[in-house]
């Protein structure tokens, strides 16, 4: 069985760091990705860590993932709201998802309340900031360990 983990992460996202600390932290994308690696170096798994701004590129991704990994941990950004196409992929993916937020989005704006990929989703991570994607690693790797299938497709 393959070890590699996608993480996956949507648009406006390389901006992290650059643009509104106050609500993301001032960790970049490139410094979280290289926390990835070395996290699941110690545990024994491969990343592949992807950013993009297009939702189709995305939906891309977890079609490739079908094929290589043995998880997602995907941060959607703003198509966690909106992007059916989205939750009709991950629908696809039979292992464990993980979706993942820096900021906790239950404390902000009711825009941000509704997450549609979180119907299937295996698990949930919110609001502890570039730290989250270290533990989600974690997480990951327990639940692929354990054997652990992601939760119903047809949700
Ligand atoms: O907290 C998160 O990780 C979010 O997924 C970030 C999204 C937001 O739409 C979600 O509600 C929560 C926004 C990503 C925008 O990234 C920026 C980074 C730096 C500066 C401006 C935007």
């Not at 390389?14 to 994308?29: A, D, F, Q, V």
């Not at 696809?92 to 993980?98: E, G, L, R, S, Y």
């Not at 991570?125 to 690693?137: K, S, T, V």
């Amino acid at each position: 069985m393959t070890r590699t983990i996608f993480v996956l992460n949507g648009p406006n996202l390389n901006l992290l760091g650059e643009r509104e600390p106050h609500i993301y932290g001032s960790t970049t994308l490139g410094d979280i990705r290289q926390m990835c690696l070395a996290k699941a170096e110690s545990l024994g798994f491969e990343i592949d860590f992807r950013q993009t701004n297009f939702e189709g590129e995305l939906v891309e991704s977890i079609h490739q993932a079908r094929k290589e990994a043995c998880g997602i941990i995907i941060n959607p950004a703003a198509y966690t709201f909106t992007s059916i196409a989205l939750l009709d992929a991950l629908k696809t993916f039979d292992p464990p998802k993980i979706e993942l937020h820096i900021s906790n989005v239950h404390a902000r704006e009711e825009i941000y309340h509704k997450s549609l990929v979180s119907r299937i989703a295996t698990a949930i991570m919110i609001g502890f900031g570039a730290r989250g994607y270290e533990l989600a690693i974690e997480a990951m790797a327990g639940m692929v360990g354990a054997g652990m299938v992601g939760a119903a497709k047809t949700a």
